[in-house]
Structures are given as structure tokens and as C-alpha cells.
């Protein structure tokens, strides 16, 4: 996608909305500046199928899907902050036959830092150094969590 395509829904072949929504209770808190929030609006389409994540926008709510299936799996709503903006509200796609839910205490971190991510790379092209240092400290709980959880089991 060149610098000044913009990825629209009609740019892509065989999306599908979220079927079963839920709405996030920990949103992402970071404050996107004017010039990120419009190369987020500006959507985003995979150079090639290791690309994960296709976007778009419709307003202030963007649409994260996932390449391979075209499921919808993030919509996030944006309103203006202090100088900028940020996610207002956001839901995730809970339907186990298109995205894995993560059961987990720390299911709501993980949604967030993840629908933060998609979006920093987007936006900033790169994962910020703060935010992969939450990403590693959740996985490292999840991943915790799990294993208390399997030798409780024995």
C-alpha cells in the first residue's frame, strides 16, 4: 500500500464482522497523536500473508481483521484527549472457531496490549519499548498462571 492509498472496507475481498463481541474492560491507555491517529484512519493493508492484521477505518472506529480468514477481531472507537486521541471503547471477537479466547485472569491485559500493539504498528511502525515490556510481563503471568494451574491438577 503506497503513502497515500487509503485502505477502505471495499479494499479487501471476504470480510466477516465480529460474531461474538465482548467489550473490553481494560482499555489501552496510550494518548495517539494527530499525525498517528491519522495514519491509523489511513487503515492498513499486508504486504503479504505474514502480515496478520488488516485495517481500515469508518469514522472514529477502527476495524482490525485478520488477514488469512478476514474474521473481525478488534473494533475500537477513538474520541480526542488532551491534544490527541484514545480508545474510548474497543471490543475483541470471542467466538472460540475464530479466535482463540484467552482464559485467563489476565485475559484483559493481554486483549489490550495486543489491540495496543496492532495499532503501534500501524501508527509508529514498530512496537514501542514500553509496550513489549508489557506484553513479555503478561505473557510471563499468563504463562505462570498456566503452569500453577496444571500442577494443582496432579
Known amino acids: ?21 465482548r467489550r473490553l474492560r481494560l482499555l489501552p491507555t496510550r494518548v495517539w497523536t494527530a499525525e498517528q491517529w ?10 503479504s ?4 492484521w488488516c485495517a481500515f477505518a469508518e469514522g472514529d472506529r477502527v476495524f482490525l481483521h485478520r488477514t488469512w480468514t478476514g474474521y473481525g477481531i478488534y473494533e475500537a472507537t477513538f474520541e480526542p484527549f488532551e491534544g490527541g486521541f484514545r480508545i474510548a471503547e474497543a471490543v475483541v471477537e470471542t467466538h472460540w472457531r475464530r479466535y482463540a479466547p484467552v482464559i485467563s485472569r489476565y485475559a484483559a491485559q493481554h486483549y489490550s496490549v495486543l489491540l495496543e500493539g496492532v495499532l503501534a504498528s500501524i501508527a509508529m511502525e514498530e512496537w514501542p519499548a514500553d509496550l513489549q515490556q508489557r506484553s513479555d510481563e503478561v505473557q510471563a503471568l499468563m504463562t505462570g498462571a498456566n503452569r500453577r494451574r496444571w500442577w494443582r491438577r496432579k
Open 1 to 21: 500500500m503506497s503513502s497515500d492509498e487509503v485502505a477502505s472496507r471495499d479494499a479487501f475481498f471476504g470480510l466477516s464482522p465480529i460474531r461474538r463481541p
Open 49 to 52: 500473508m505474514e502480515g496478520h
Open 38 to 47: 491519522h495514519r491509523i484512519q489511513r487503515g492498513h493493508m499486508a504486504e
